[in-house]
């Protein structure tokens, strides 16, 4: 007669981090399935000219480092913003 065998089933999560341009995010470890209770971190690097602004999603606050506990499918966004110059009537305006 053969023991029993215990089958342990541990769901994973995906984890999509976009950004629309600007700078680019670093996972660690990388990929984008996870599994349950996995602490990914997560690094918003600029672009020359950018900077960080924030994280949008299933992560907020405007610290480029940050780390996520995969417990669900989770989604985030790095925001970049850069300052904008423009003349209007020979009046320089700086935007940022």
Do not use: C, E, H
């Not at 999560?13 to 990929?31: C, E, K």
């Amino acid at each position: 007669q053969l023991d029993p065998v215990a089958i342990l089933i541990v769901p994973t999560y995906s984890l999509s981090a976009t950004t629309t341009g600007g700078g680019n995010i670093a996972l660690n470890p990388a990929g984008g399935s996870y599994l349950s209770n996995s602490v990914v971190s997560l690094t918003a690097t600029p672009a020359s000219g950018w900077t960080f602004l924030q994280w949008l999603g299933d992560l907020t606050g405007t610290n480029p480092l940050a780390s996520v506990t995969m417990s669900r499918n989770k989604s985030l966004s790095a925001v970049f913003g850069t300052t904008l110059n423009t003349t209007f009537d020979g009046v320089s305006t700086q935007l940022k």
